[in-house]
């Protein structure tokens, strides 16, 4: 058995894949790359951006060297609805109408538009009474999952599953945890224009939600308060974060504000949580996308929260850690495409 399986994850600044080879052992990288989108992104209707997009993807697998023609998507958080809906125990004929009566209370779009999806988080074989399941239910709207599948035959490439964001972050970040010994965690993934939160016990998935802040915010707090370019702005912050140093405790008071705004909803989940789950509590925070590589980001949520924290670290999940050094440190950067890449071998 020696198999290649990719992952995809088109962001708003950056197109990364990673290439995972499995053998008996396991998983190893086999390749991966971090290429610039370009500027007009997913989002445009124009058809020579689409091309444009077609092209970058194309280019970026050329230089990797990733020639598998098959691959996992993942949607944007900020672009999809993802509930975990709490639900009766239903059989899936019964789930497969009710979903659409939830679908319809949490989607502000007509369901006409949306390509609705779901999964039973975890049923129990024998409930007790009253006892209820867990439902993932993932709504996108069926224009951007069309474009999706348009810009990647541009590029050559045939989908295999489209997900979110946050549900590849999990799989790459859980891939190795006993279901049954691991405590609850929650996962903060800080992109440039939005945060997902996730909540997980297990391995499963219990609580997830989403944020419109992120890398970007921090970009303007840090421009306008030294009087930067945007640019400017996100070198300073890569190259301080709201670290010890005095231009890093000037950052840090800069962004107060937005990260501030991230810890209150962490805090918020993890009341949500504790008021739900009695007998259980969240042990650690974990914060994976690009962001969380700022110096001292892991320092500042756990100081705020009083819950131990650490930054993702998908690689992790690979047994040969001959990782290159450019990208050893940027793990939670790839944690997307890890999840994506290792999506058609998890267990059922
Ligand atoms: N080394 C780093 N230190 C701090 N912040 C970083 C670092 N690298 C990237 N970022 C920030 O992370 C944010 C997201 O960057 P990333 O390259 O992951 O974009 P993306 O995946 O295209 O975004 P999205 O997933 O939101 O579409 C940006 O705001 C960027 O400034
Ligand atoms: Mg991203």
Known sequence: MNKKSFGLDIGDIAIRAVELKLDKGGFSLSASITSPTPPKGMMSESPLDEEEMGNAIKKALKEAKIDTKIANVALPENQVYTKIVEMPYLSDRELSSAIYWEAEQYIPIPLSNITLAWNVVKRSEKPKQNEKMNVLMVGAPTIIVKKYQKVLSLSGITINTLETEILSTIRALTFNLDRNASSPFIVVSIGSISTALAIIIGRDLIFTYT????????????????????????????????????????????????????????????????????????????????????????????NGSGIETAVANPWKMLVSQNIPKEILNSGPEYAVSIGLAIKDYEEQ
Do not use: W
Request: avoid cysteine; glycine fraction near 8%; aromatic fraction near 8%.
């Open 211 to 302: 944020l419109p802040i992120g890398g970007n915010a921090i970009n303007r707090a840090i421009a306008s308060d030294f009087g930067l370019s945007l640019t400017q702005a996100e070198e300073y912050k890569k190259a301080y974060g709201i670290s010890n140093s005095s231009v890093g405790q000037r950052i840090e008071k800069a962004t107060e504000p937005i990260m501030s705004s991230i810890l209150t909803e962490v805090k918020k989940a993890v009341i949500y949580f504790s008021q739900k789950y009695q007998n259980l509590r969240i042990e650690q925070i974990i914060l994976s996308g690009s962001t969380a590589r700022i110096l001292g980001i892991d320092k500042y949520f756990a």
